[in-house]
């Protein structure tokens, strides 16, 4: 079956622009989670959508919002880009369960300038 | 709470072993193991549910000490195809479901 598909794939935006990036799951799979990958940082987690509900969230600013549709599909939005939003954002997905696995997408560069 | 990964970066040559640990500062009910390659996505290796379990899965294993609050990858007779960026990624109690909060990762390089 298909895998987790992230568009696009590479981005470049200006400070103070916005961005929207999509992520969809796994057929079948209900919860869709975002991280953003820095060098010095690893996976900081973004937040988790389940069922079109936001059910977690990580400790980043307000500019920083997602939703997720019926049909499972997510997206997140940053607003006022910063410099120091460059990053690698990742979504995986999962069915949703507790302790299931995750399969990650490939990813979306994002290059803010 | 971030677990902490140890060490950050590690050099073997094929055949030598290494080990991962992740700890963590909370209690914890999970613990996920993932490996990324350089380019690609993170990869799932295993899930370790309760204290005390053990998984192998080819010449990878892993532990979870609950009481210590901590997890250890080990990578056994290592193979050039193990080089990556391996993250622990864990589930706190009293944490939402789903909240899966990973290290920031050990690089591993296995050289031939």
């Known amino acids: 079956k298909a895998g987790v598909t992230q568009t696009p794939r590479y981005l470049i935006k200006t400070r103070g622009q916005q961005v929207t990036l999509s992520c969809s799951p796994i057929s079948g799979h209900r919860s869709v989670s975002w991280y953003q990958q820095t060098p010095g940082q690893g996976l900081q987690f973004l937040f988790e959508y389940f069922s079109e509900t936001q059910r977690n969230k990580g400790n980043f600013p307000g500019r920083f919002s997602g939703r997720q549709f019926s049909n499972s599909r997510s997206e997140m939005n940053v607003s006022t880009l910063e410099l120091g939003d460059s990053a690698l954002y990742l979504c995986?997905?999962?069915?949703?369960?507790?302790?299931?696995?995750?399969?990650f997408g490939q990813g979306t560069r994002l290059t803010v300038v | 709470q971030q677990p902490v990964q140890s060490p950050q970066a590690v050099i073997l040559r094929e055949g030598e072993d290494a080990v991962i640990n992740c700890s963590s500062s909370?209690?914890?009910?999970?613990v996920h193991w993932y490996r990324q390659k350089h380019g690609e996505a993170p990869v799932f290796l295993m899930i370790l549910l309760k204290g005390g379990e053990q998984k192998g899965h080819d010449k990878i294993s892993a532990s979870f000490n609950e009481k210590k609050q901590q997890s250890s990858l080990y990578l056994t007779a290592s193979q050039l195809s193990y080089s990556g960026t391996y993250f622990c990624g864990t589930e706190n109690y009293g944490g939402s479901q789903g909240n899966l909060i990973f290290g920031k990762g050990t690089k591993l390089s296995v050289k031939p």
């Open positions: 995986a997905s999962s069915v949703g369960q507790v302790n299931t696995e995750a399969f």
């Open positions: 909370k209690a914890l009910y999970s």
